[in-house]
């Protein structure tokens, strides 16, 4: 099992930053990748930013430019900077550990996700 601790979630107002963190621990050999979903009322979960093993990143297109992913090997742990932010960012955002088992499937685990809050 891997267990994920999240943290930076809360409440600012539109423009501000947060930065979100996810230390990763437990049975954390054969990464893949780990990175940020959220999830909106009402809405489904969706991607936010992904950083996999060989440290290539992907973003959402609606956060591109304003959101940074980066991950230290070292803590196992990623962080989501998260800038320019609008009421549409306003989402419980979940850490994502994706890894291999000893047949190559994948597997993921999820945080217990954090509330972004951004207010007008």
């Known amino acids: 099992q891997v267990q994920l601790v999240e943290s930076g979630g809360g409440l600012v107002q539109a423009g501000g930053s947060l930065r979100l963190s996810c230390a990763a621990s437990?049975?954390?050999?054969?990464?893949?990748?780990m990175g940020w979903y959220r999830q909106a009322p009402g809405k489904q979960r969706e991607l936010v930013a992904v950083?996999?093993?060989?440290?290539?990143?992907t973003y959402a297109d609606s956060v591109k430019g304003r959101f940074t992913i980066s991950r230290d090997n070292a803590k196992n742990t990623v962080y989501l900077q998260m800038n320019s932010l609008t009421p549409e960012d306003t989402a419980v955002y979940y850490c994502n550990y994706q890894r291999r088992n000893l047949y190559s499937q994948l597997l993921d685990y999820w945080g217990k996700g954090t509330l972004v809050t951004i207010s007008s």
């Open positions: 437990g049975s954390i050999f054969s990464f893949n990748a």
């Open positions: 950083v996999a093993s060989g440290g290539t990143t």
